[in-house]
Structures are given as C-alpha cells and as structure tokens.
C-alpha cells in the first residue's frame, strides 16, 4: 500500500498545515503542538514576525490567533481524514482552507471520474467551469477546475478551486484530490500561483517511508 504524502507542502510559504487531532501525534514534547489555541498562539506570532513589513496593532495577534483556533477545530471536520492546509500570505488576509485527500475510486473510467471529483460539470455553476490539464512531477496529468457559483445562504457568488489526478502503480489505484473555495473570488485569482506550487508537491510514497517522515 501507499500513502499521501504532504510534507514538501508543509515548507512552502505561506502555508500553514492544520493538525488533525490534539496533541499532534509525535510531538506530544512539543508544547505549540498540544491545543488548539497554543498551536494558533504560536503561528499567529510567528506570522507577524516573518510575513508582515509593519508592526501588528493592539489586538491584531490576539485576532490572528482566534482566527487560527477557529480553522484548527472546524476544518478537520468538513473533509474528515484530508490533510487540511491554510494560505495565508498576510496575517491580515482571510485564510483559503485546502483539503486534500487520497480516494477510493468510484468510478473506473479515469477521464470521468476526475470530471466528477473536479465538478467540471456542475450544474450549479454560475457560467461553465474552467477545466484545464494540470501537469504534477509525482502524480502525472491530472485535472484544474475553476468554478464560480452562488452560495446558498448568502446569494454571493464564490469561487472553487479543484484539482484531481489518478495515481496508479501495479496493483494499486487511488484518486488524488485538493479542494478548496472563498467568499472572495479574486483572493483565489490572487493565490493561484501558490496553490498549484502546492499542488505539484503533493506525491504518493510507500508505506515503508512513513516512519521517516513521521521522525523527520
């Protein structure tokens, strides 16, 4: 069997990789990595520090920081087992929330399930979906689908952003998938470029390499 394997994602900037349960599992020593609200403590100032040109106002790290607790307890939970992921290139933006996940294949024909898992044919978009060939050095070809559709609450329009690729190797056969979508389209237009160097990090590595990339 293989895994998913996010760790070239984890040192890309902007990002920040969301744990998945508290404390994170093997850095239990680790003091930033045992709640919710020291973990977002810690990046809160540490973007200020390493992403900001200006000195934060009274109360901007605070908000930061509830802002981080906010994703760290309520995105693992909207795609639960993905890997969840934030850009974040000024800590005055909105965060874009990623997901990203290894699937079972549903559907045998490779070119209709990534349309699936893509939505490159919704229905409820509010004008045809941008569908474009997205090339990964790990995963091969694979599918972008950029979409604009109304939410339902709101009646805004927002943006989605999928990407989908299928991985397979002798007796193995998984789907790839990254999600993601914002209130603000151009905040995606604005990001795009960070988000597919995200995306062509994302690889698929056997099993026997997980311990070391638990350990490193």
């Known amino acids: 069997m293989s895994w998913l394997n996010v760790k070239h994602a984890m040192y890309?900037?902007?990002w920040i990789r969301v744990p998945l349960m508290w404390p994170e599992p093997g850095l239990e020593d680790v003091e930033a990595a045992q709640t919710p609200e020291g973990w977002a403590r810690t990046f809160a100032e540490a973007w200020w520090e390493d992403f900001a040109t200006e000195k934060p106002r009274p109360g901007e790290v605070d908000l930061l920081t509830d802002i981080l607790v906010m994703h760290a307890k309520r995105a693992p939970a909207i795609w639960p087992g993905s890997d969840v992921f934030l850009h974040l290139p000024h800590p005055r933006d909105v965060p874009i929330t990623v997901f990203v996940d290894m699937v079972e294949i549903d559907e045998e024909d490779r070119d209709t399930a990534l349309r699936e898992l893509t939505h490159a044919d919704a229905d409820y978009a509010i004008e045809p979906p941008i569908v474009?060939?997205?090339?990964?050095?790990?995963?091969g070809t694979g599918l972008r689908?950029?979409?604009?559709?109304?939410?339902?609450?709101?009646?805004?329009?927002?943006?989605?952003?999928?990407?989908a690729w299928r991985y397979a190797k002798g007796s193995e056969a998984a789907d790839v998938l990254i999600m993601l979508s914002h209130p603000e389209p151009g905040r995606i237009i604005r990001a795009l470029a960070d988000i597919d160097e995200f995306a062509r990090t994302i690889r698929i590595?056997?099993?026997?390499?997980?311990?070391?990339?638990?350990?490193s």
Do not use: C, I, M
């Open 145 to 163: 689908v950029l979409r604009y559709f109304q939410d339902e609450d709101s009646n805004e329009v927002h943006a989605g952003l999928r990407y």
């Open 205 to 215: 590595s056997p099993d026997d390499e997980a311990e070391t990339w638990k350990l």
């Open 12 to 14: 890309l900037d902007p």
């Open 132 to 139: 474009e060939n997205f090339d990964s050095p790990h995963l």
